[in-house]
């Protein structure tokens, strides 16, 4: 079954469970919503993250795990009124003084027998006899079956209930929503920006029949193991074992320039006059370059950092490389000083990048070129 609707990236996912959060806290909207994507596309990232900006409890309950007697809780007699009750699940938040976020992940997943239960969670905010307080959100996610995962198709009487997103990868989205926030490795940031389409492989994975994709997930998995294990030998193997043979051997050659050309420490620490030869000579080199500067950008390194990114737009007149030449230095400095700046604001740096001569220079020279 399609799902006809229109189709995010997990930034702009995120951005509407804002809204919608913003709009139950106000009284004017309250209701359920579901993140529909292929596995590893960032659905349960985008959660995690919003709980976390909310300073919300997260209530992660994976369908898969449980029975529908679960959400109902134990039942005991009371002797007084005669009557069967229910102890309230722990799986259900229960405080109205502190905002909630109840995640039901792998909804599509979850056996039929399982969504009569949950539809009294989706729509009337309840299961049994157990209510959730106001101050809870409730997002649900799930694959679908041609996704290759496990699923069900989901019924009309439970889709009814939600307000379905369709979850895409984005490079851009990626690199610039969770790669440089999270300070993936700069080789990981690099390699997706020169092949955005290497992001995520599931469907042409699936087609050719093999079992390893690449996802925005396992790109998470190849920066930690990056910067977890030194032995290239070892670091081949699992690297082929979470993004399969073929693309780990196109990103190991790349990381391997990147680690012999790139080193974002000894250009923050070099004199002035000792940095042009320091720069990588290749294009992926910069692009890390430019990565691990903004993962670096920080209070005691704002000076430094605005100064080696600056000077990437003049290498092409500091240094004799005909490489060089060839390359889009000025698009490369204006791409990295734009990320480099949301960071800055981010940790309160404006001033920093406003009072500094080399980034005034660089505002100076694209004004002249009337492209602010």
């Known amino acids: 079954m399609t799902v006809n609707t229109m189709t995010v990236s997990a930034g702009q996912a995120l951005r509407v469970l804002r809204e919608g959060w913003a709009a139950q806290r106000a009284g004017a909207l309250t209701t359920s919503w579901m993140l529909h994507g292929r596995p590893g596309v960032g ?20 369908l898969t795990t449980i029975e529908s007697q679960d959400l109902r809780g134990l039942p005991y007699y009371d002797h007084e009124t005669k009557k069967t009750l229910w102890y309230r699940p722990d799986d259900l938040p229960d405080d109205p003084n502190h905002p909630s976020l109840l995640f039901l992940d792998e909804l599509t997943a979850a056996p039929p027998h399982l969504h009569p239960a949950v539809y009294g969670l989706l729509q009337e905010r309840r299961v049994g006899p157990h209510h959730l307080p106001d101050n809870v959100f409730i997002v649900a996610a ?31 989205d990626w690199l610039e929503n969770f790669a440089i926030p999270n300070s993936l490795h700069p080789a990981v940031a690099a390699f997706i920006r020169t092949r955005p389409d290497l992001l995520e492989t599931t469907a042409e994975a699936l087609d050719r029949g093999l079992m390893i994709s690449t996802t925005p997930r396992s790109w998470e998995r190849v920066s930690r193991i990056m910067q977890a294990v030194d032995d290239r030998a070892l670091r081949k193997i699992m690297l082929a074992g979470t993004i399969g043979e073929a693309v780990a051997a196109e990103f190991q050659l790349v990381a391997d320039d990147i680690e012999a050309s790139v080193s974002v420490a000894a250009l923050l620490e ?33 000076v430094p950092v605005i100064d080696v990114m600056a000077g990437i737009r003049t290498l092409d007149r500091e240094r004799s490389d005909a490489a060089f030449a060839r ?34 220079a660089y505002s100076q020279e694209r004004r002249a070129l009337g492209l602010d």
């Open 43 to 62: 659905k349960t990232e985008v959660v995690r993250q919003l709980a976390a900006e909310q300073k919300a409890r997260l209530y992660d309950l994976r």
């Open 327 to 360: 390359m889009p230095l000025a698009e490369l400095c204006t791409h990295g000083f734009e990320m480099a700046i949301r960071r800055g604001l981010e940790q309160g740096l404006a001033e920093d990048f406003l009072d500094h001569p080399a980034y005034e």
């Open 270 to 302: 070099a004199a002035p006059k000792d940095r042009p030869a320091l720069y990588p000579e290749s294009m992926h080199g910069l692009h890390a370059l430019i990565y691990g500067l903004v993962g670096a950008l920080g209070p005691q390194t704002a």
């Open 142 to 172: 799930g694959n679908m079956v041609e996704d290759g995962a496990v699923a069900y198709e989901m019924g009309t009487a439970l889709s009814d209930r939600l307000i379905h997103l369709n979850v895409e990868a984005s490079a851009s």
